[in-house]
């Protein structure tokens, strides 16, 4: 069987209809099949920030998958900002009578017309770049955000607030081990990119706060770096940049030998994670990465290049020099034991998650 693929032509596109997509709609049903206690989800009222993004799409499709599959009678409310935007990326999720897609920001305080029972909070930006271009709004997503969210669970009378962390609560921790959720490292707060950071932190400690004072459920999902379907070519780290040169044909463009390790998680692998910590889970912080994935930017770069053998896609590296020379620089990666004593397994390699991201953009529909 040739193992010909579709031949993409990028111009001008940078995201794909990732709702409509076979790789996502595959994604979220392997998500809805697992053995999770998907009943405490019936009737439920569930409410999901930043939806279009690439972590709360998934978590949108596997709550309305798991509706398909079990006749759950939920509803899901998606919130996003640009509704012009998230309208192209959900496609044929519009339609459907059991998800509502919401404009609003979290930053401003609103009445909401549903009560919701559960919310996965994930409003925040995500790219670096917003961190230092925008970080006054970078911090109010995180911080007047998660508390607008958390007053209004309260008034609802809601069950649980989800809230999409981030390893970068961390800051720098000493020593030489994977590092856990109990763990504290040192952050550079006087500046404006630990807006995103300690935003995060703020975050979490509103959400103990609130736990501890009305009785709520409050979940904190630290992840690491997540990759996959949902990623747009524009987004500006690297493994976008990375996908954007594979989908282009080009040669996987290096700004530097590649030396630091980051640990890298499949978005599906990550959200799986999430539903079993909110379902089966007894702790208030997890942390979310692949115990393997673990590996440098030069080793995930290779990864992206090899993908599409047929294209014979080489590194580039803008200095000659780094790519003769090369030592990975280890970083501590997370320990996820806790989450993995739950019963989470991780189902998708590195070289298997990448080449379901680039299939995205060649089966599309593709956005222009």
């Known amino acids: 069987m040739s193992d010909e693929r579709a031949v993409v032509s990028t111009a001008g596109v940078t995201d794909v209809v990732l709702f409509d997509t076979p790789v996502f709609s595959e994604d979220v049903a392997r998500i809805a099949s697992a053995r999770l206690p998907w009943e405490q989800y019936r009737n439920a009222e569930i409410l999901v920030t930043g939806a279009s993004g690439m972590i709360p799409m998934y978590i949108v499709g596997s709550l309305l998958a798991a509706n398909d599959a079990y006749d759950l009678g939920l509803h899901v409310t998606g919130m996003v900002r640009n509704r012009h935007k998230a309208v192209k990326r959900f496609g044929s999720a519009i339609e459907r009578s059991d998800f509502t897609l ?86 550079q707060h006087f500046a404006p990119r630990a807006s995103y950071s300690e935003g995060k932190r703020i975050a979490e400690t509103a959400l103990a706060a609130y736990a501890d004072e009305f009785g709520i459920r409050g979940l904190s999902l630290r992840f690491g770096h997540i990759y996959g379907p949902g990623m747009a070519l524009d987004d500006g780290r690297v493994q976008a940049d990375f996908l954007a040169d594979v989908v282009s044909g080009r040669n996987v463009r290096m700004m530097s030998a590649g030396a630091a390790t980051r640990t890298y998680t499949y978005v599906a692998d990550a959200v799986e994670g999430l539903f079993f910590a909110d379902l089966h889970g007894e702790e208030q912080v997890y942390n979310v990465a692949d115990p393997a994935g673990n590996i440098s930017i030069r080793e995930l770069a290779e990864t992206f290049a090899a993908a599409r053998p047929e294209k014979k896609l080489e590194l580039d590296f803008v200095n000659p020099e780094d790519g003769r020379s090369f030592s990975p620089v280890a970083s501590l990666g997370l320990d996820a034991a806790k989450l993995t004593g739950l019963g989470w397994v991780v189902g998708t390699s590195l070289a298997d998650g990448v080449s379901r991201t680039i299939q995205t953009f060649e089966d599309g529909p593709v956005i222009v």
């Open 102 to 187: 919401l404009p609003g920001d979290v930053i401003d305080t609103k009445s909401f017309e549903r009560k919701f029972s559960t919310i996965f909070h994930g409003a925040s930006p995500a790219r670096p770049s917003l961190h230092k271009s925008s970080p006054v709004t970078t911090l109010k997503a995180n911080t007047l955000g998660t508390i607008n969210l958390l007053d209004a669970l309260v008034d609802a009378r809601g069950r649980s607030f989800v809230l999409l962390s981030s390893s970068e609560v961390y800051g720098a921790v000493k020593g030489s081990g994977l590092i856990s959720e109990d763990d504290e490292g040192t952050l």
